[in-house]
């Protein structure tokens, strides 16, 4: 270790993995990842989620699971809680959709109409 | 890098590992492979999160779910539901102090953590304390680099001199001070870090290697630069394994980067570590002390003057602070000592960290800002006193401390406060003390280990020390004379003039605070021989209820000393003199009829 460069190096290398630790007040992403959920690909999705989360290093955004939400016909559900603002239920999410669920809704504030429980409903 | 979606920290800490948090990681390890989940779910193994007496703790991270008392048979549960399935397992959630169950139990929501500061233990249970980068992730060695960045030796010194830290090992010195006095003589000089953590039932030191070590090793290279030493001495003792295999892995690590070693952040300061065990001996806590074990001589204590600024270790120059004040001093120097100094109170700045002990719900480790109550530590963190019963003092300090009875609850706690009612802040060990203990039973037990931890360099503590004892003895057993209360006041106040070393000049503190506050307790041994609290056995007495005596002759025939006598015309009584106090009659009564008084 020669200069103070190389140690912040190290320390924006591990904080992503260290940030995990804290409580936090940002956006919560959760996958519904009860039997339903995972018999309909939520893994793949919850992955998609985390890796976008990482790549865009958005420190403040949670990605977390809960279990069966209710609606297991339209699973993969995934729920975007952003503080103040009523939550978003997303449906038969795929992980190719993910990337553009957190570039316009989590980052810029703007719900993907056509994918919410919303838009399915009117089906 | 590979990032994971969930973290699970199970404690490493000596608590949770006697408790079996080992198993646990395995277990963790085996189901997370099992099904698949090695890319996505870490396990850490991290230091003590405090919370000891619901061991072995694991926090499951983004969530924050909180679970206690784990079993090595509840972890596949936990995998398959939480980590898999995303549901918590509401039965293992810590639920210990009483508030109302709510959905997820995270840390910050508990009781115990509500009140506390963490400082000294901010990463201990945060992070892997066998990997520097997360140390350095939590801006670990930025301190470091900051100091030798471009401050001055004095800009160091003045800067902890601000901050108004004063050592945590017990005494209260000003840390900055100390620092000041080592800046100028002879060279070479020495930093030692004071890891001999000795008080029976203090573990906070401890907690912080485990925990968190790189956070010394940092601090004590920023002591070198300061004074102009390049050599460092921890000192730990070797009923610490788990610290003693942590700091080397940490010594290595930090070798590996370069950041301990020859020119350190490519600068002209050069400093290294090296690890001293200790072999258990109380008196090598003592700074002295401990300069002649390290230099391998015999531990004993060194007349002061001089001093260890001037000479400490191998004759040198040597600044000496514990394990807790050196956790401080990274952050001092990062956050500046404004920050510090606005924690705590007038004289006594920042947090202290307390093993709590003894009577209490949430036995553990705490840290609280200076100036918080006994109170809120008892009952706010600690959760009360189990089974309702009434508290009766708390006892800090250990072996060098007093006690503080209840009538000073609300008494705030720094360094002052504690000194002004006859106790004294030391290290850090909190015993809380219920109805049920006797004060000078609790006194005979503190005399006794340093009598025998005494290294009978000088008479006041080798004879002095243990004619307190003898008479202390006497009186637990019911053969206290008049005048034994004012004798040991006499040899009390003579021994803390004259002994050499701080284990003798407070050696009778328990004794002389406990005769202060709970004079009648003695006088009731002595004059009555009676216990009030019905702790000393030899001072108990077995009693039969006549009204509830049912005249059935079990009890006679029980007693195995035949200390009862009666029949069918009149009621079964114990003769004292005969009575071995074994209990086993109270046992065999049927009616209940038996007590003890």
New interface residues.
Partial sequence: MKTLKELNEIRAKTLDSVNLRKQRIGTRVVVGMATCGIAAGARPVLMAFVDEVARRALRDVMVTQTGCIGVCRLEPLVEVYRPGEDKVTYVNVKPEQVARIVSEHIVNGNPVDEWTIGAADKE | ???????V?VCGGTGCTSSGSAQIIEQFEKHIAERGLER?I?VVRTGCFGLCEAGPVVIV????AFYSRVKPEDVNEIVEEHL????IVQRLIYKGDGAAPERER???KIGFYKKQKRIALRNCG??DPENI??Y????G??AL?KVL?GMKPMDVVNTVLESGLRGRGGAGFPTGLKWKFAMGGATPKYIVCNADEGDPGAFMDRSVLEGDPHAVLEAMAIAGYAVGASQGYIYVRAEYPIAVKRLGIAIGQARE???LGK????SEFDFDIELRLGAGAFVCGEETALFSSIEGERGEPRPKPPFPAVKGVFGGPTIINNVETLANIPQIIVRGPEWFSAIGTEKSKGTKVFALGGKVNNTGLVEVPMGTTLREIVYEIGGGIPGGKAFKAAQTGGPSGGCIPAEHLDTPIDYDSLAAIGSMMGSGGLIVLDEDDCMVDIARFFLEFTVDESCGKCPPCRIGTRRMLEILERIVSGKGEPGDIDKLIKLGSTIKRTAMCGLGQSAPNPVLSTIRYFRDEYEAHINEKRCPAGHCKALMRYIIDPDKCKRCGICARACPVGAISGDKTRPYTIDPAVCVKCGLCIEKCRFGAIYTK
């Fill in positions: 890098m590979e990032l994971f979606r969930s973290h920290l996505e870490k991270y983004p969530e924050g898999l399935k995303g549901r995270s840390l910050d945060v992070i980068d997360e350095i992730a939590m801006d060695y930025q680099a960045g980067y370069g950041l020119n350190i952040f490519g």
